[in-house]
């Protein structure tokens, strides 16, 4: 029990949707006390974020928008390799307050682009709410405000997060078994 294959690969329960919803209504007590009166904006990034915006969206109780994004890659010229754009977000958000959701930051590369592109368009400030978070694998400064879990540097999947475009539709959070 608490084991499923997707694709290749074996992956048992690591974190029950009991747990995981506990965590985020505590986070959201605290965004709530943290964006009462600031009427913040929510970026909720596309594809794996979309679970976890939904229930943490749901947890909140002050004024509140929210909006998504995608990161677009494509290769640009050999000097500077990939390129990553922001689609959607196409609202104004001059001097608003953006919380940026995102489901696992790990090397933090991702985050920091997206913040790099938010950040253009002149926001009054920016947090970041992620479900996940590997700190032995991060490599940025930027402080992570929001975390639901701290967890070590293996592959997980489910509840949103996925393994080559498969597995995202989970209640549980799992992990790859060795
Ligand atoms: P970063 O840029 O290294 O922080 O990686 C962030 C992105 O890599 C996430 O948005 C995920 O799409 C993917 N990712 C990193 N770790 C995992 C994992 O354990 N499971 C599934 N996707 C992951
Ligand atoms: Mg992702």
């Known amino acids: 029990m608490g084991k499923i294959k997707v694709l290749d690969k ?3 329960v690591f974190i029950p949707e009991a747990k995981i919803q506990e965590s985020i ?5 605290r965004i709530n006390n943290d964006y009462k009166d600031k009427d913040p904006i929510f970026v909720a990034v596309l594809n794996g974020a ?4 939904s229930d943490l969206f749901k947890n909140l109780t002050i004024d509140c928008q929210i909006s998504f994004t995608k990161i677009a890659s494509y290769s640009g010229t050999q000097s500077t390799g990939e390129i990553k754009t922001l689609i959607g977000l196409t609202e104004d958000i001059t001097n608003k307050h953006i919380v940026i959701i995102e489901d696992i930051v790990d090397t933090g ?5 997206i913040m790099e592109q938010i950040n253009l368009k002149n926001p009054a400030s920016i947090k970041i709410a992620t479900l996940l ?12 405000d929001y975390v639901a879990f701290e967890i070590p540097n293996d592959f997980i999947l489910g509840y ?3 393994y080559d475009g498969y597995g995202r539709n989970t209640k549980d959070i799992y992990v790859i078994t060795k």
């Open 10 to 12: 074996e992956f048992e």
């Open 133 to 144: 978070f590997k700190p032995n694998a991060y490599k940025k400064q930027i402080p992570i």
């Open 50 to 53: 979309f679970i976890f915006a």
């Open 109 to 113: 590369h991702t985050l920091a682009s």
């Open 160 to 162: 949103g997060l996925d």
């Open 25 to 29: 209504k505590a986070l959201a007590d």
